[in-house]
């Protein structure tokens, strides 16, 4: 029995950050799965302020929030390469500031496009691209957000490697197209490519048939 | 750090985000240079430094800038690490503080501007959401000195300025913050007792002032 645990929910992209962080640092943990429509005991006893997933259990001690786990792990095992970190505070600083970026912008808009039809969807891929083109030109020179090899950033913005393909299948539209953003296109297969990456994440057939019925189920609950 | 450093803040003095910083850098005692931003109309340093998201705060630190107020916050724990050290040594209690620094930034700020800045349905809404919020915060405080037990931390860092605040949220919103939430109420004369926050804050009738004015821009009183 590993001393570390997570929970996840197998579709969601916030504990595959931390699969993935486990996974390349070598860390032995055991997963635990959470149907999120019907929540375990632990998960409440263990996440009572948010009751939601991933959260990483270490010696019996729980942490959640996934940005705040990913530093935990890079703290923790600190032996265990690759860093996921700079040391330096300025480039610790960078990449947190991607990371933020990511999730404060990236994720929600590109969620918007994927949920919303007409109108709406066009105006969400507008914002979302003028957003992206920050992250197109950051990448210049660039294997990883992090450098040579994967880092904290890559790491949160490891969800377009694995759920962009979905969405554009289900939705029927281009979100992040070669023409504009070739960089990020490049940085999405190398982050696939990456060791302990691809073969970590869902099998697609489950995701399209999750994400698709997830998707009707929003577009019939708006307002007509 | 050298005393040769260059510190430039770029703030607008009603900015919870840049009283922080500001706080954050008297902590450590650092000198810089401060900068109020007219935010109708961003300097070109402003949008320079900050293009992606052309907010305050900044922090130039000898050219070099950094965005986004809590990250700055860890960048000056960071660099300056030492003296008045912001988180704990020890991994596990940093990520609890981290987990409530991210709390506060998420859960606090929205159902405040809104029980400021509304009334009627809308401002109850507000209060309800933001009296949840508190009771959290005031059973995680419970009874240490500061958030993040005996020393004072990142987390009070970030909370200590709301309360600046609190006279404006009870006037407005009629009620007792000392009433419903006495440990906090508590721990707010203890902060007040350091100089960073002392020094950083407005008063808070100035605060009521701000908001007063932004209330009858929007026709409430």
């Known amino acids: 029995m590993a001393e570390v645990k997570l929970f996840r929910a197998w579709s969601s992209p916030f504990p595959l950050r931390i699969v993935w962080a486990l996974e390349v640092k070598g860390i032995e943990y055991d997963m635990i799965y959470e149907d999120l429509s019907n929540k375990s005991s632990m998960l409440l006893q263990y996440n009572p302020v948010y009751k939601k997933v991933p959260v990483l259990l270490h010696k019996g001690k729980p942490i959640s929030e996934s940005l705040v786990i990913l530093e935990y792990i890079e703290e923790t095992w600190k032996s265990k390469t690759p860093s996921l970190l700079p040391g330096d505070p300025y480039q610790r600083a960078m990449a947190r500031f991607w990371a933020?970026?990511?999730?404060?912008?990236?994720?929600?808009?590109?969620?918007?496009?994927?949920?919303?039809?007409?109108?709406?969807?066009?105006?969400?891929?507008?914002?979302?691209?003028?957003?992206?083109?920050?992250?197109?030109?950051?990448?210049?020179?660039?294997?990883?957000?992090?450098?040579?090899?994967?880092?904290f950033a890559d790491l949160t913005f490891g969800w377009l490697a694995n759920l962009v393909s979905v969405f554009e299948e289900i939705a029927g539209v281009t979100l992040i197209d070669h023409e504009k953003f070739p960089l990020l296109?490049?940085?999405?297969?190398?982050?696939?490519?990456?060791?302990?990456?691809?073969?970590?994440?869902?099998?697609?057939?489950?995701?399209?048939?999750?994400?698709?019925?997830?998707?009707?189920?929003?577009?019939?609950?708006?307002?007509k | 750090m050298a005393d040769d450093d260059q510190v430039i803040l770029l703030d607008f003095w009603v900015s919870?985000?840049?009283?922080?910083?500001?706080?954050?850098?008297?902590?450590?005692?650092i000198k810089y240079e401060y900068r109020n931003e007219d935010l109708k109309n961003k300097s070109d340093l402003l949008l320079k430094m900050n293009p992606v998201n052309k907010k305050i705060p900044v922090l130039i630190h000898n050219g070099k800038p950094v965005c986004e107020s809590l990250i700055i916050v860890q960048y000056i724990d960071e660099v300056w690490k030492d003296r008045s050290p912001f988180m704990p040594s020890d991994p596990y209690e940093r990520a609890q503080a981290r987990f409530w620094v991210d709390f506060i930034d998420k859960k606090v700020y929205l159902p405040s501007v809104r029980l400021a800045t509304t009334k009627g349905e809308e401002q109850e809404a507000a209060k309800k959401e933001f009296f949840e919020v508190f009771e959290i915060l005031e059973g995680e405080l419970g009874d240490k000195p500061y958030f993040q037990g005996e020393a004072f931390g990142f987390v009070d860092i970030l909370l200590s300025t709301y309360t600046c605040y609190f006279h404006t949220f009870e006037t407005f919103g009629n009620f007792s913050m000392e009433v419903k939430f006495p440990k906090i109420t508590a721990w707010t004369k203890r902060c007040m007792q350091r100089e960073s926050v002392a020094k950083t804050l407005p008063d808070p009738k100035k605060m009521w002032e701000v908001v007063m004015e932004r209330r009858k821009g929007l026709g409430l009183d």
């Open chain 2, 16 to 29: 919870l985000f840049g009283m922080r910083v500001r706080i954050a850098l008297a902590e450590k005692e």
């Open chain 1, 185 to 223: 296109l490049t940085w999405m297969k190398n982050f696939m490519d990456a060791p302990k990456i691809r073969e970590t994440w869902p099998p697609r057939d489950k995701l399209i048939n999750h994400f698709r019925a997830l998707r009707e189920t929003l577009i019939a609950k708006e307002p």
């Open chain 1, 100 to 151: 933020k970026f990511g999730d404060d912008k990236i994720l929600p808009l590109i969620w918007e496009a994927f949920i919303k039809q007409g109108k709406d969807q066009e105006e969400a891929l507008i914002a979302a691209h003028e957003n992206l083109k920050y992250l197109e030109v950051e990448l210049r020179g660039k294997k990883f957000l992090g450098g040579e090899t994967v880092g």
